[in-house]
């Protein structure tokens, strides 16, 4: 089958459900100015240099997610060579009359010649979601998650066994308190997990930051977890967790959220960068908008792409739109770590929250996730970026 391939910039994502269709998002033919920078010096940025300032990312599918729903909030990672898709949540059709089921199924992708293919991992040892989760030389470490009621403090790695072709866990330390809906991020040897909330409501977020060292070759059993200075911006949940460079040393930036307010839910556009040498937060140019559940990368040594996330717009008014809900913002974000400022990069094609994303076979992988209320995605995006990403898979 002939690829077709799309110049993508502005407005309403093309909608095609053929597999070999290709997306190319003219993200620096139409950037535009936030917080004052000029259009002239968001081109002239140098988180990217001028080669790459002139690519844009192109948005391929991989094979679907065997579940035909999709599933939002699953452990998402690589492990020797292999995309780890594990657990989630998902409402079965007719989804508006049904109650959301937590799954325990894991997909294992793997490349066969030119292609991929979807393996059956098995299952987990109990149906989760809502989890963090980083990619290590120690397997994919999953960290908390909930299921209905309960939220987990469990910590375990998924392993991929090529030659058995199974999935094994391991279990590592407990979570100092059960945490969903945080994000995780590795920096060098050193696991952190940021946000999240202990319980099933959100006036259970955390303003939490817990590190893990992973370096050596201790067992699991072994490690302790360690409860750094809380985040100064206060609890949240559903936030961005970033690792990148201000220049000078390396960071955690913690980005947007949500939280319970006194007068209702608010939605957050701060950011705050934490550095890991001097154990110090200071506060960062806000989001452009709320991008609570998205996901973000980082780039090149000083940029963090957002692609995607909920401003919280039509927040309360899910069960009254329905299938007419619009969907989620189709929009993307540059932040400069070393200017303190955003950009705004052009529309994306599909915007998938609660879900993980990671390195793939060189490329930016988003896999699954919830792209409007209650409906989940069995689509599989493997994004190549302006810079060649380094691989999470090498381990």
Same mark, same amino acid.
């Given at each position: 089958?002939?690829?077709t391939? =799309?110049?993508?910039?502005?407005? #309403?994502a093309?909608h095609?459900?053929?597999p070999g269709?290709? %997306?190319a998002?003219?993200?620096?033919?139409?950037?535009?100015p936030?917080?004052?920078?000029?259009?002239?010096?968001?081109?002239q940025s140098p988180s990217?240099?001028?080669?790459?300032?002139l690519?844009s990312p192109?948005?391929? =599918?991989l &094979?679907?997610l065997?579940?035909?729903?999709?599933?939002?909030?699953?452990?998402?990672g690589?492990h =020797?060579?292999?995309l780890l898709v594990?657990?989630?949540?998902n409402?079965?059709?007719?989804?508006?009359e049904?109650?959301k089921?937590?799954?325990?199924?894991?997909?294992?992708l793997?490349a066969?010649?030119?292609d991929?293919? %979807?393996?059956?991992?098995?299952?987990?040892?109990?149906?989760?979601?809502?989890?963090?989760?980083?990619?290590t !030389?120690r397997?994919?470490?999953?960290?908390?998650?909930n299921?209905?009621?309960q939220?987990?403090?469990?910590?375990?790695?998924?392993h991929?066994?090529? !030659?058995e072709?199974?999935?094994?866990?391991?279990?590592?330390?407990p979570?100092p308190s059960p945490?969903?809906?945080?994000q995780?991020a590795?920096?060098?040897?050193?696991?952190?997990?940021?946000?999240g909330?202990?319980?099933?409501?959100?006036?259970?977020?955390?303003a939490?930051?817990?590190?893990?060292?992973?370096?050596?070759?201790?067992?699991?059993e072994?490690?302790? %977890?360690?409860?750094?200075? #809380?985040c100064?911006?206060?609890?949240?949940?559903?936030n961005?967790?970033?690792p990148q460079?201000n220049?000078?040393?390396?960071?955690?930036?913690?980005?947007?959220?949500?939280r319970q307010?006194?007068?209702g @839910?608010?939605?957050l556009?701060?950011?705050?960068?934490?550095?890991?040498t001097? =154990?110090?937060?200071?506060?960062?140019a806000?989001?452009?908008?709320c991008v609570?559940?998205?996901?973000?990368? /980082?780039?090149?040594?000083?940029?963090?792409? @957002?692609?995607g996330?909920?401003?919280?717009?039509?927040?309360d008014? /899910?069960?009254?739109?329905?299938?007419?809900?619009?969907?989620?913002?189709?929009?993307?974000?540059?932040?400069?770590?070393?200017?303190?400022?955003?950009?705004?990069? /052009?529309?994306?094609?599909?915007?998938? @929250?609660?879900?993980?994303?990671?390195?793939?076979n060189?490329k930016l @992988?988003i896999?699954?996730g919830?792209i409007? &209320?209650?409906?989940?995605s069995s689509?599989?995006?493997?994004?190549?970026?302006?810079?060649r /990403?380094?691989?999470?898979?090498?381990?």
């Amino acid at each position: 089958m002939q690829t077709t391939t =799309r110049v993508f910039t502005a407005g #309403p994502a093309p909608h095609d459900s053929s597999p070999g269709t290709q %997306w190319a998002l003219g993200i620096w033919a139409c950037i535009l100015p936030f917080a004052g920078l000029s259009t002239a010096a968001a081109q002239q940025s140098p988180s990217l240099d001028p080669g790459d300032r002139l690519a844009s990312p192109t948005w391929q =599918r991989l &094979p679907d997610l065997p579940d035909a729903l999709g599933v939002a909030g699953p452990f998402v990672g690589v492990h =020797r060579g292999a995309l780890l898709v594990a657990g989630g949540a998902n409402f079965p059709r007719p989804i508006w009359e049904s109650s959301k089921v937590w799954r325990r199924k894991i997909h294992v992708l793997v490349a066969k010649g030119a292609d991929f293919v %979807w393996q059956d991992g098995g299952r987990l040892s109990h149906p989760i979601a809502y989890g963090a989760a980083v990619s290590t !030389h120690r397997g994919v470490i999953c960290l908390g998650g909930n299921h209905a009621d309960q939220t987990f403090d469990r910590v375990f790695a998924l392993h991929w066994d090529a !030659h058995e072709k199974r999935v094994l866990e391991i279990d590592y330390p407990p979570l100092p308190s059960p945490c969903a809906y945080g994000q995780a991020a590795m920096i060098g040897d050193m696991l952190y997990l940021a946000g999240g909330q202990r319980g099933a409501t959100l006036d259970s977020a955390m303003a939490n930051l817990w590190a893990l060292d992973l370096s050596g070759t201790a067992s699991p059993e072994t490690l302790r %977890w360690q409860s750094l200075e #809380p985040c100064p911006g206060g609890p949240r949940s559903f936030n961005l967790t970033v690792p990148q460079t201000n220049a000078a040393d390396d960071c955690l930036y913690l980005i947007s959220g949500r939280r319970q307010g006194l007068t209702g @839910v608010r939605f957050l556009r701060d950011v705050w960068e934490y550095n890991v040498t001097r =154990r110090s937060w200071r506060r960062r140019a806000d989001a452009p908008r709320c991008v609570m559940a998205g996901t973000a990368i /980082a780039i090149g040594s000083r940029s963090v792409l @957002v692609l995607g996330g909920a401003d919280g717009t039509l927040f309360d008014q /899910a069960d009254i739109l329905k299938d007419r809900h619009p969907g989620f913002p189709q929009r993307s974000y540059w932040f400069d770590t070393t200017s303190n400022r955003w950009t705004a990069g /052009a529309a994306i094609p599909q915007n998938h @929250v609660t879900t993980i994303p990671v390195r793939f076979n060189g490329k930016l @992988v988003i896999a699954s996730g919830e792209i409007r &209320p209650r409906v989940r995605s069995s689509w599989i995006w493997h994004i190549q970026l302006p810079v060649r /990403a380094q691989a999470d898979d090498r381990p």
